[in-house]
């Protein structure tokens, strides 16, 4: 995977779902089953959490910890790390829904905005 600017999706998802494969086996030894897509969502609502808190530190909402910009740079990884995941496991195609949803919102946003 290139290192920086350019990154291909297709290496994104890659190393994504390589990632994935280590955990679902480190999850069958260890509690003898891996997660299903519930608990990846439930793990996706967890980090989000996370982040909110992060987040709230940074805007000077909540007392700042240490290392708050690695802890924001992991948090808001690990939450796109698990929508990689579950689109996945959907067959979600996320730069094609991406445009969908921008084009549908655009048209929306036109029709207000007139």
Known sequence: MAKGGNVKYSDIVNIVMETRT???NFEQKSV???WGNEE???GLMTDIGDLARLILAKEGFRSAKKD???QLRHEIAACFWAIVVLSEKYKVNIP???QEMS???????KKFNE
């Open 22 to 24: 280590l955990l679902e």
């Open 32 to 34: 003898g089953k891996k």
């Open 40 to 42: 990846l969502l439930i």
């Open 68 to 70: 708050l910009e690695k």
């Open 96 to 98: 094609q829904a991406l």
């Open 103 to 109: 084009i549908d919102l655009k048209k929306k946003l």
